[in-house]
């Protein structure tokens, strides 16, 4: 168990919908960073936001947010859903901000859109 | 961007050591190499982290060469649960993580019985 939660575990949604992922990260830990998993793909890296703040951008669609709230857990926001979107999402956090710090993963949310 | 190049895959046997070794021909001075497991639909785990030379935990080691062009994760004594992908990963020490986090496609490891 690495101490980040996601929730909800399974998502299954139709086109054109919107839903959102939730994060809590380990105790303690203020970057939050959100990737995205397609069958058999490795690991796309989304956004990272470190206590509050958005860091840094990666492949992040315009129909995808996030934000960090003053209690550091995090949301993804996914919305216009289709059917490419379906992945897993994984939510990561660490204690800094820095390219050295150890991220910690959570177990994922399955998105599947029908 | 620092990219990294690993193989697709690799198959081994238990009780063999695995040698993966992960190309960075553009890794800066301030870059640390890391190195992260995943099994199928768990996220990733924390393996091991250098900077050069040779470094050593309950798990592995990572062997990086003096041009730090390139690093080796080594595991021991594989078993049938080291079967997993294995991603290696560059970062700055001193700027956000994001800026350089390419995953990529990893290294498939299968041990075999």
């Known amino acids: 168990d690495s101490g980040v939660t996601q929730t909800p575990k399974h998502l299954i949604t139709a086109t054109g919908q919107r839903v959102t992922l939730r994060c809590s990260p380990r105790?303690?830990?203020?970057?939050v960073y959100w990737y995205q998993q397609s069958l058999d793909q490795g690991l796309q890296f989304l956004i990272q936001?470190?206590?509050?703040?958005?860091?840094a951008k990666g492949n992040i669609l315009e129909r995808f947010s996030a934000q960090q709230f003053p209690d550091l857990h995090s949301e993804l926001n996914l919305s216009s859903l289709e059917l490419g979107d379906s992945a897993l999402y994984f939510c990561?956090?660490?204690?800094?901000?820095?390219?050295?710090?150890?991220?910690?993963f959570g177990p994922g949310t399955r998105l599947t859109v029908l | 961007l620092a990219k990294t190049t690993q193989p697709i895959s690799m198959d081994s046997y238990e009780g063999q050591e695995v040698n993966i070794t992960c190309s960075h021909n553009?890794?800066?001075?301030?870059?640390?190499i890391t190195w992260y497991q995943q099994f199928p639909s768990q996220g990733p785990r924390f393996i091991i982290q250098?900077?050069?030379t040779k470094v050593t935990n309950e798990v592995a080691s990572l062997f990086i060469p003096a041009d730090r062009k390139s690093s080796t994760l080594s595991l021991p004594r594989v078993s049938l649960s080291d079967t997993a992908v294995y991603y290696c990963?560059?970062?700055?020490?001193?700027?956000?993580?994001?800026?350089?986090?390419?995953f990529g496609g990893g290294t498939r490891v299968l041990v075999k019985p």
């Open positions: 990561a956090s660490s204690v800094g901000e820095g390219g050295t710090d150890t991220q910690y």
């Open positions: 105790s303690g830990d203020l970057s």
């Open positions: 936001y470190y206590n509050g703040e958005e860091r």
């Open positions: 553009n890794i800066a001075t301030n870059d640390y």
């Open positions: 250098g900077y050069k």
């Open positions: 990963l560059v970062g700055d020490l001193f700027k956000a993580a994001g800026n350089k986090l390419t």
